[in-house]
């Protein structure tokens, strides 16, 4: 049986919808907003061989924050409600990737513990701007602190545990590429199924 989740939510900010498949094929069916931010959720799908349809419309025309962190908070529900209970994961997991000047390690424990520890300072792309947002000015541009707050969101509605570091990077565009497909193949392992695990992979009988 495929383990998949589907939510849909609308406010007066943002209205999303997210059907999130984890045992697929890398496909993904993504509209939003943010050509920038359409581009690393296809890589997070792709590289997480997950199946990712996803439709987000939002008030872009303010900022891009209610739009890219509501997603990740939709994504993060989708992905709690197709894992289920958790049975059988491998639970964590790390995946390194590099992408030409820049390179990102994600680390993710499957917890139900929500944590963020984000480390971008060894990165020269840190304080730069990709100007994302379709007609949208360098001020409401796409960065590392936008990516972060995604990454947050994301954390807080599926419960991970999630250790990223940007080891170093001068073209931005790279470097948030890396930390995506990190991401999707990091995720990918943990929610790995294993037999030899019965119930939950932990001392306490749940997560």
């Known amino acids: 049986?495929?383990?998949?989740?589907?939510?849909?939510?609308?406010?007066?900010?943002?209205?999303?919808?997210?059907?999130?498949?984890?045992?697929?094929?890398?496909?993904g069916e993504i509209d939003t907003p943010i050509p920038f931010f359409t581009h690393m959720l296809?890589?997070?799908?792709?590289?997480?061989?997950?199946?990712?349809?996803?439709?987000?419309?939002?008030?872009?025309?303010?900022?891009?924050?209610?739009?890219v962190e509501d997603?990740?908070?939709?994504?993060?529900?989708?992905?709690?409600a197709a894992?289920?209970?958790a049975s059988g994961i491998r639970r964590c997991a790390s995946s390194s990737v590099p992408m030409m000047?820049?390179?990102?390690?994600v680390v993710v424990d499957i917890s139900n513990r929500p944590y963020l520890r984000f480390d971008a300072s060894g990165a020269a792309s840190a304080k730069?701007?990709?100007?994302?947002a379709k007609g949208g000015s360098i001020d409401d541009?796409?960065?590392l602190d936008l990516t972060k707050e995604f990454l947050k969101a994301l954390s807080n509605s599926a419960g991970l545990d999630l250790h990223v570091t940007l080891h170093y990077g001068e073209d931005v565009h790279?470097?948030?590429?890396?930390?995506?497909?990190?991401?999707?193949?990091?995720l990918a392992m943990a929610v790995l199924k294993d037999d030899r695990i019965k119930g939950v992979m932990s001392t306490k009988g749940r997560l």
């Open 83 to 85: 894992l289920g209970d």
């Open 1 to 27: 049986m495929q383990r998949t989740g589907t939510i849909t939510c609308k406010t007066k900010e943002t209205d999303i919808a997210v059907t999130l498949t984890l045992d697929g094929y890398g496909m």
């Open 42 to 67: 296809t890589n997070f799908a792709r590289h997480g061989l997950f199946d990712l349809k996803l439709l987000a419309k939002g008030d872009v025309d303010v900022d891009l924050h209610h739009t």
């Open 71 to 80: 997603t990740g908070l939709r994504l993060g529900e989708a992905f709690k």
């Open 141 to 143: 541009a796409f960065d």
């Open 101 to 105: 000047d820049s390179m990102a390690s």
């Open 174 to 186: 790279h470097s948030i590429e890396a930390i995506f497909k990190a991401l999707g193949r990091a």
């Open 128 to 132: 730069k701007k990709i100007c994302a």
